[in-house]
Nanobody
């Protein structure tokens, strides 16, 4: 039974940095599609970033160059390092995971099968 637990959120001033982490238990992160999405109050869920089983990454345009996704398979942990944070980055951030289908991460990140409880990031 796969479980995801996020940590590391908090409050930061605009221009600052944060790193959020996601520990996966019940399996190993290698071989999974992993990602982050976020949701602000009154807004739709929005993909932030994803990483596939061979380490290829993808980002939504608004975070390119500022947020970096990485995966430490030895620690079964996914990270999202956030630099140059903006107030519009304020949201609940969710870690997600999914098994590839025929070797591909075929589902949208917001529809991945496994999701953590979320961690709040507030930028003022």
């Amino acid at each position: 039974h796969v479980q995801l637990v996020e940590s590391g959120g908090g409050s930061v001033q605009a221009g600052g940095s944060l790193r959020v982490s996601c520990a996966l238990s019940g399996d190993t992160t290698s071989g999974y599609c992993m990602g982050w999405f976020r949701q602000a109050p009154g807004k739709e869920r929005e993909k932030v970033a994803s990483i596939d089983s061979v380490g290829s990454t993808s980002y939504t345009d608004s975070v390119k160059g500022r947020l970096t996704i990485s995966n430490d398979n030895a620690k079964n942990t996914l990270y999202l390092h956030m630099d140059s944070l903006k107030p519009e980055d304020t949201a609940m951030y969710y870690c997600v995971a999914d098994r590839p289908f025929n070797g591909y991460c075929s589902r949208p990140v917001v529809d991945f099968a496994y999701r953590g409880q979320g961690t709040q990031v507030t930028v003022s």
